[in-house]
């Protein structure tokens, strides 16, 4: 009787000790605060606790799925101090402290960067039918972990992620950002930066703006003068800088690892002081132009009328669509008021031809609807006046919405900022989010854009900090913008923006506290 009542005993305790893990913490995925918006979400109430011996799982076989594996691992690093080892699967299992990172083909009615993540208190999968998808749903788990996961420091944990499923797709394939590395140079390491920032809100495109008045940026072998005469500039006198092709290179393979792809701008035939002043046989005068480092636009025009002008375009475009995978080049094409209307039509359509040639897809600036558009060349809306706009839709081309009163991170917040310019309003946290750009502008539909790009011009932007201030907290409010299909409100978003202030701290971003997301401190 003794001896049951101790084996009893015993028993029980052993049964306590072994089956009695700590309860898993509760949590609500539905509460978790996430931009973009996801499609669609449901919570189960409790957590996953991502730990030292978590096993990084990737699709065997695929190389995508293992580099987004490694991309992963390292980017939790620094602030578990967790290296958690990166194996190969062939397909989910119900191993505990596993996070899998899969390719289903089923999953590819959401298209190359859909997603679908389910967190269970023992696992995590993370599938999608391609690796882009799987990058975009890396970002989603990444805002699922606590803010500090971001830390460059070790933080204490525990790192818990809220269990549940999300599906997830975006609205709309192109949601750009351009940065105007004319203006003030920025190198390679503050693009890659600048490239880190736009992934995290799964921006998809990255538009440099490689030439201007006040600089050329890229190196073109066959026009040596360009870099070494104008890569010395820009605005009120710097030093500039430009990128060699093997750095132009490396920043397009920096960004295809982060499903980024890089959309290179000449602009012409205005904007070009930098190249006139490289090349005298480009000016109407043949007379080379002076460096320019102030900040007007609208006085400089390549010469329209001589074989020189087409030869030296063939060879920038040549020499660039050669080192860029991309489908797109830029041609600007805006605010050319020193070039005649007769003269700058049949430019637009031989430099359309020239691009096309090179295998390239055309985009302009809207101004280029004054000229015959090709069947797939995308329009650029940024003036506030929707005129050029209009006329692109009318010839049938798609447009990429870039209104400057809306979507110009380059323009203050409001009267007390120090940085940006003013020339079409302010554009505040609020005003670049609550608005409905497919209903905004009569005569341009859902049906006609094809995408978003915000931008960043930088006359009045030096560093990176200065790059941050403007860019955040806008940029996530037009990343949801491009992604979600859910119905947006300013005040549920504000909510969720005004969570990431620690996050961005932890990222290192010298964000701009908007009163309109954060009481005063
Ligand atoms: C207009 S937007 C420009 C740029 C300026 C910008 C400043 C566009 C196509 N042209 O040259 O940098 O305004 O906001």
């Not at 898993?24 to 189960?44: G, R, Y």
Request: glycine letters at 6%; charged letters at 25%; one cysteine or more.
């Amino acid at each position: 009787m003794k001896n049951k009542l101790i084996f009893t005993l015993l028993f029980g305790m052993f049964a306590f000790f072994t089956s009695c893990e700590e309860p898993h913490v509760q949590m609500d995925m539905s509460k978790e605060n996430l931009i973009p918006k996801p499609t669609k979400l449901t919570a189960t109430g409790s957590s996953f606790e991502l730990e030292d011996e978590t096993e990084v799982y990737v699709q065997s076989g695929n190389a995508g799925a293992e580099k987004i594996g490694t991309y992963l691992a390292d980017l939790i690093k620094p602030s578990t101090g967790y290296a958690l080892e990166v194996k190969k699967a062939e397909k989910y299992s119900d191993k505990d402290d596993a996070i899998f990172l899969l390719i289903d083909n089923s999953l590819k009615s959401l298209g190359d960067e859909g997603y679908k993540l389910t967190v269970t208190e023992d696992n995590i999968l993370l599938a999608a039918s391609k690796p882009e998808g799987l990058f975009r749903g890396v970002q989603t788990l990444r805002q699922l972990l606590p803010a500090k996961i971001e830390a460059k420091e070790k933080q204490e944990g525990p790192w818990l992620v809220a269990t549940g499923t999300i599906e997830d797709a975006p609205k709309y394939g192109f949601r750009s950002t351009m940065l105007d590395v004319s203006r003030h140079f920025f190198n390679v390491d503050e693009v890659k930066r600048f490239i880190d920032q736009i992934a995290a809100f799964k921006m998809n495109y990255l538009h440099l703006h490689l030439s201007d008045d006040q600089g050329w940026r890229i190196e073109i072998k066959s026009w040596p003068k360009l870099t070494e005469i104008s890569g010395k500039t820009h605005v009120t006198g710097g030093k500039g800088g430009f990128y060699t092709q093997e750095q132009y290179k490396e920043l397009v393979k920096y960004a295809q690892d982060r499903f980024v792809t890089i959309i290179p701008e000449i602009d012409m035939p205005g904007h070009t002081n930098a190249a006139l002043a490289a090349y005298p046989e480009l000016n109407p005068d043949n007379k080379a132009k002076k460096p320019y480092t102030g900040i007007d636009v609208g006085f400089s025009t390549l010469t329209i009328n001589k074989d020189v002008t087409y030869k030296f375009i063939d060879d920038v475009i040549r020499e660039i669509a050669a080192i860029t995978p991309g489908p797109y080049i830029h041609i600007g094409g805006d605010e050319s008021h020193a070039t005649k209307k007769k003269d700058y039509i049949p430019f637009i359509e031989k430099v359309q031809d020239i691009v096309n040639s090179h295998g390239k897809q055309v985009i302009g600036w809207a101004d280029l609807s004054a000229a015959r558009l090709k069947p797939n060349t995308l329009a650029q809306f940024w003036q506030e006046k929707p005129d050029n706009a209009l006329n692109a839709v009318k010839q049938g081309a798609k447009i990429i919405m870039s209104t400057a009163s809306h979507m110009y991170m380059d323009l203050k917040y409001d009267s007390l900022c120090t940085l940006g310019l003013t020339w079409a309003g302010y554009v505040n946290t609020r005003k670049a989010y609550d608005w409905i750009p497919e209903t905004t502008f009569k005569g341009i539909t859902g049906e006609d854009i094809f995408g978003f790009e915000t931008a960043l011009w930088t006359e009045t932007v030096k560093t990176p900090a200065d790059i941050d201030f403007l860019v955040f907290p806008r940029l996530p409010g037009y990343a949801e913008i491009g992604w979600t299909t859910r119905k947006r409100d300013w005040n549920e978003y504000k909510t969720r923006l005004a969570s990431f202030d620690e996050r961005f701290k932890y990222m290192g971003i010298n964000y701009y506290r908007s009163p309109l997301v954060w009481e005063k401190k």
